[in-house]
């Protein structure tokens, strides 16, 4: 199978678990598909969590010049320079309005009749990471089996992005993001943004790109990459993951 110029990858459960690093054979395969072609990360997370699950992860002398990091679903790239990773653009909420965005995710989770107030929770709900506001209902700290455990039909999520989308601010909007976790971003800004983004600046037709995610499905969060041109590739876990890793790297 002939590599493409450049291969997307969602993170949490594509190419790892939920916020857990990269296995040491994922790392494996990827610092092997870096010396033969570009990949970007992209997902929900902050640079910090990007850097704990797959930077870290990668050995030493891994060709990070081909590696591009896409935090906050796409609403900032990071490119690696003299050691050190470049932000090359971020489209920022104003703290101001992410105040705004918070109070809609209290109230929009109070009146969705999807959580309890006796819930366990694992970590504070509200995460502001800059390009992103985040509400994880179980905590941003939760346990991968808690998750996964918790909306298996993303009926919950859907209740809690509608609650919260109603209260928000003009020009932003809320999507689905993680196993428990409803995105504020920026109206327009997300995954399909990212995409575009990259293609401009590196100069590579959408249609040569490789997008490869969990849930490349109506409704999931990876949803939006139907509106670009790239070829897309649904996997199931980062096993499925590394399969085809491996069939690309044959």
């Not at 459960?13 to 610092?31: G, I, V």
């Not at 900032?76 to 003299?82: A, G, T």
């Not at 971003?185 to 293609?199: C, E, F």
């Not at 670009?228 to 890793?245: C, D, L």
Request: charged share 25%.
């Amino acid at each position: 199978m002939m590599l493409p110029p450049l291969i997307i990858f969602d993170l949490d459960n594509t190419l790892a678990e939920s916020k857990a690093p990269l296995t040491r054979s994922m790392a494996h395969l990827l610092e092997k598909l870096l010396e033969r072609t570009r990949v970007a990360v992209i997902s929900g997370g902050a640079l910090p969590q990007f850097l704990s699950q797959v930077v870290h992860r990668l050995p030493e002398d891994a060709d990070f010049s081909h590696l591009y990091l896409l935090p906050t679903s796409g609403a900032s790239l990071y490119e690696c320079r003299n050691g050190g990773w470049d932000k090359i653009y971020e489209e920022r909420i104003p703290e101001s309005d992410a105040a705004k965005i918070q109070t809609a995710m209290q109230e929009g989770a109070q009146g969705s009749g999807v959580l309890d107030p006796d819930d366990v929770t694992w970590g504070p709900r509200i995460e502001y990471r800059g390009g992103e506001v985040s509400y994880s209902a179980l905590g941003q700290e939760a346990p991968v089996a808690e998750k996964k455990a918790w909306d298996p039909d993303h009926k919950k999520r859907r209740a809690l992005r509608a609650a919260i989308a109603s209260g928000l601010p003009e020009g932003y909007v809320a999507a689905m993001g993680g196993a428990t976790t409803i995105d504020v971003t920026k109206r327009g800004v997300n995954k399909a943004y990212g995409i575009h983004q990259l293609s401009t600046r590196l100069r590579i037709p959408e249609s040569a790109m490789l997008y490869v995610g969990d849930e490349l499905m109506a409704g999931g969060n990876d949803e939006i990459v139907f509106t670009t041109e790239v070829e897309t590739k649904a996997v199931a876990s980062p096993t499925g993951t590394a399969r085809f890793i491996g069939k690309l790297l044959e």
